[in-house]
C-alpha cells in the first residue's frame, strides 16, 4: 500500500512538473540570415529544438514570422542579382512549401501589428513611379490586403491615437523629416526635423527616438521626446530626454510596457557593443544591463524580454520586474540572428 | 487595301525585330556561357572582335608603379611615405603580380546583363571559404569609404563588387549600383542604399578603404558620399566601357565618380588606377594610390 502510494505520488509530481514545463515552455524563432538557417530555441529546456535551413546560400532570406501553423518567409533575394517577388508559407517543419505570395520585388522585413497583420517592406528595389512599395498582408487568410506606396522605405510601425501608423525613413531625402502614414487611412503625421532619425516608437501618443553617432552635433547619441499637435498634424516639440555617453549608437529595439528597450549598435559584426538600456518614460528613469554583443532585435514575452545580438549566436534575457539580464550563448557562429520571434509565450 | 498592306507591314517589322532581339539575347547568354570555357589565345581573338575589354595593367609590374612620378614628387615627405607603405602593404597582401594575373574582361553593353552572374560557385581562396559570409568590421568606417567584396571568381576581377559608405542615422548605410538580370531594360534603380548586413551576410569577403584626397581637404569624402546619395534612383549603367555617364551608373563608377565629380578641376581626386581607359573596374579601385586599405575580413 504504501509503495503504491508513493507510486503515485511520483507520478502526480512527475505529471505536475511536466505540465508546469508545457504550459511555461517559451520558444523563441532565431533567424540567422547570413547563414541561412533559423533555430527553434526552448527557453526553458535551454535548447535548441530545431534547426532549419530557410533558403539557399545564394540566395537570401531577411525575416520569418511565425504563424497558427507554419511560418511566413521572407526572401530577399533568389540568387545574385535576382530578387525575390513572392513570399512563402512553410509547414510547421520547414519541409514544404504551402503557399507563395506574390509581393513587389525585393521584399525585406515584416513588421507584424495588430492581432494578424505584418507589413512587407522591400528595398530600394521596389521603387516605381517615384514611391516606395509595401503591403499588408493577412496572417491568418495569408492574402495581401492591401499594397501602400510610401515616400520612403517603412522602418516600423507604430501605434498612434488608437491607429497603427507606419514610420517612414526618408532613404531619398524628399520628405526633410520622418512621415508617420496611417496604415487604415493613409493620412500622415510629419515630424517635420531632418536631424531626427526613424528609429522611432510611440507610447501614450507619445514619439520617442534615438539618434545614432552619425548624427548632428546636437542630436547625436542621445533619444527624443516629441509632443504631437493634433491641429497642424505636425509634430515639431522635440526634447532631448537623455544624451548617452558612452557607449554610444543607441537604437530602440522596441517597448516593453512603460519602459523603452534600447540596444546599443553600430550594427556592425566586429566592435559591437554589449549593452542595453531600459529607459522608464514614467519617471525618466534608465537602467543600464549587460547584454550580447550586437544587441539587433528583440521580442517580449510576459515579463521577459529576448534580445538577440548580430555579433555572435547569442540571446539576452531581461527581467524587466527585477532590471535584470542574463546571457544565453548559443554558439561562437559569426554573424549572429537579425530577427527573433516568439512561437510559443 | 493599301491601309492593310501598312498594317502588315508594320506588323511584321515589329515581328522581324521582335525576333532578333530574342535571337540576339539568346546568343548573347550561349556567348558568355561559351567564352570562359575558351582557351586563352581563342578568348582574345573571339572577344576583342565582339567589343569586349581585357582589362591589364600592362605599364605596371608594382603597385607602385601605379603612382603617378610627378605627383609622387609633389607630395610632402609624410604622405609620400604613406602612399609607398600601403603600396607595400598591399603588396604584402596580395602580391602583385598575383594581382596581375587575375582575369579581367568588360564585356560589351550588349552581352553585359548576361555576363553580371557569371562566377565560379564554391571557389575557396584564403580570402573566403566559399560560405557567402564574412565578418567585416564596419565599426571603422568613415562617410566617404570604399566598399569592396570577393565572393569567387568574377569575369572583370578578383573583387566583385563596389559600393561607398554613407553611414546616417537610418538602418540603410551604405550606397550601391546593383544590376539584376531581370532589371534588363527595366527602368528602376540602379543605385540605391543597402544596410550593413548585405555587405557581410552576401560575400566571402569584404575590405573597407579609405581614399587620400590630396591636396585637398579629406572634407572631400563625406562629399563624394553624398554626390553618391544624389544619384539615388537613377539606372544601373551596362555601358561599363563608358565611365563617363553622369545619367547611369555602376558600381565602381558611381564610387569612383562620388570622388572624380566632386574634386577640383585643378586637383581631381581620381580613384581610378588606369585613369586615361574609359572604364573603372572595382579592382582598379583597389589598385590606387589614392586608396588604402582600413580593415578587411581576411
Known amino acids: ?345 | 487595301m493599301k491601309r492593310l498592306l501598312v498594317v502588315l507591314a508594320v506588323f511584321s517589322l515589329v515581328m522581324v525585330s521582335f525576333a532578333k532581339d530574342i535571337r540576339d539575347n539568346e546568343n548573347s547568354a550561349d556567348f558568355v556561357a561559351k567564352f570562359f570555357q575558351l582557351p586563352e589565345q581563342q578568348k582574345e581573338e573571339i572577344g576583342t572582335e565582339r567589343g569586349w575589354v581585357k582589362v591589364d595593367f600592362v605599364y605596371a609590374t608594382n603597385y607602385e608603379d601605379l603612382i603617378p612620378k610627378e605627383l609622387l614628387n609633389k607630395m610632402p615627405e609624410e604622405l609620400r611615405e604613406e602612399v609607398l607603405n600601403s603600396a607595400m602593404e598591399k603588396e604584402a597582401e596580395f602580391p602583385f603580380a598575383e594581382f596581375k594575373k587575375v582575369e579581367r574582361w568588360i564585356p560589351s553593353p550588349s552581352d553585359m546583363p548576361f555576363a553580371l552572374n557569371y562566377r565560379i560557385e564554391n571557389k575557396n581562396d584564403k580570402f573566403g571559404d566559399g560560405d557567402g559570409v564574412n565578418a567585416c568590421d564596419f565599426s571603422v568606417a568613415k562617410k566617404g569609404d570604399v566598399l569592396l567584396v570577393h565572393d569567387g571568381f568574377v569575369a572583370w576581377g578578383w573583387h566583385a563588387h563596389a559600393g561607398i559608405f554613407y553611414g546616417g542615422t537610418g538602418v540603410y548605410a551604405t550606397i550601391e549600383s546593383n544590376s539584376n538580370q531581370s532589371y534588363f531594360g527595366d527602368p528602376r534603380p540602379g543605385v540605391h542604399f543597402e544596410p550593413i548586413s548585405h555587405w557581410n551576410n552576401d560575400y566571402d569577403f569584404c575590405r573597407i578603404m579609405r581614399v587620400r584626397t590630396w591636396p585637398l581637404s579629406t572634407s572631400y569624402r563625406a562629399k563624394a558620399a553624398e554626390y553618391a546619395k544624389k544619384q539615388l534612383g537613377k539606372p544601373y549603367n551596362f555601358n561599363w566601357l563608358w565611365k563617363w555617364s553622369t545619367s547611369k551608373f555602376y558600381c565602381s563608377q558611381l564610387v569612383w565618380a562620388g570622388y572624380y565629380r566632386t574634386s577640383k578641376w585643378y586637383a581631381r581626386i581620381n580613384i581610378d588606377a588606369n585613369p586615361a581607359d574609359t572604364w573603372v573596374a572595382p579592382d582598379e579601385l583597389y589598385a590606387s594610390w589614392r586608396t588604402y586599405n582600413v580593415t578587411s575580413s581576411w
Open chain 1, 1 to 345: 500500500m504504501f509503495k503504491k502510494n508513493i507510486f503515485a505520488a511520483a507520478i502526480l509530481f512527475a505529471a505536475v512538473f511536466l505540465f508546469s514545463n508545457l504550459a511555461n515552455s517559451q520558444t523563441l524563432l532565431l533567424l540567422n540570415s547570413g547563414r541561412d538557417y533559423c533555430y527553434i530555441y526552448s527557453v526553458n529546456q535551454k535548447k535548441i529544438l530545431a534547426k532549419y535551413k530557410v533558403c539557399e546560400k545564394k540566395a537570401s532570406c531577411t525575416d520569418i514570422v511565425p504563424l497558427k501553423k507554419g511560418f511566413l518567409v521572407i526572401p530577399h533575394r533568389l540568387n545574385i542579382n535576382v530578387d525575390a517577388t513572392e513570399l512563402y508559407v512553410y509547414n510547421s517543419d520547414f519541409s514544404k512549401i504551402i503557399k507563395k505570395i506574390p509581393v513587389e520585388k525585393s521584399p525585406y522585413k515584416a513588421f507584424v501589428f495588430g492581432e494578424n497583420k505584418a507589413l512587407i517592406n522591400h528595398t530600394f528595389f521596389s521603387f516605381e513611379r517615384m514611391k516606395f512599395v509595401a503591403e499588408i498582408v493577412n496572417l491568418n487568410t495569408l492574402k495581401i490586403e492591401k499594397i501602400m506606396y510610401f515616400d520612403g522605405i517603412p522602418a516600423g510601425i507604430i501605434k498612434l491615437f488608437g491607429d497603427y501608423y507606419a514610420v517612414i525613413e526618408d532613404v531619398r531625402g524628399v520628405v526633410k523629416g520622418t512621415k508617420l502614414v496611417n496604415l487604415k487611412t493613409e493620412e500622415f503625421f510629419l515630424v517635420n526635423n531632418p536631424y531626427l532619425s526613424s528609429n522611432v516608437v510611440a507610447l501614450n501618443d507619445i514619439l520617442y527616438c534615438a539618434v545614432n553617432d552619425y548624427g548632428e552635433k546636437d542630436y547625436a547619441n542621445a533619444l527624443f521626446e516629441i509632443v504631437p499637435s493634433m491641429l497642424s498634424k505636425v509634430y515639431s516639440s522635440v526634447k532631448k530626454v537623455y544624451q548617452f555617453k558612452n557607449p554610444k549608437f543607441p537604437y530602440i529595439l522596441g517597448l516593453a510596457g512603460n519602459f523603452i528597450v534600447i540596444g546599443f549598435t553600430n550594427h556592425s559584426i566586429k566592435s559591437n557593443f554589449n549593452k542595453i538600456c531600459l529607459f522608464d518614460t514614467k519617471n525618466k528613469e534608465t537602467f543600464f544591463l549587460q547584454s550580447c554583443f550586437g544587441p539587433e532585435c528583440m521580442a517580449v514575452s510576459k515579463d521577459k524580454i529576448f534580445v538577440a545580438g548580430l555579433s555572435s549566436e547569442c540571446i539576452t534575457e531581461i527581467s524587466v520586474s527585477e532590471k535584470k539580464s542574463k546571457i544565453i550563448k548559443i554558439s561562437d557562429t559569426i554573424p549572429g540572428f537579425s530577427s527573433i520571434r516568439i512561437i510559443k509565450d
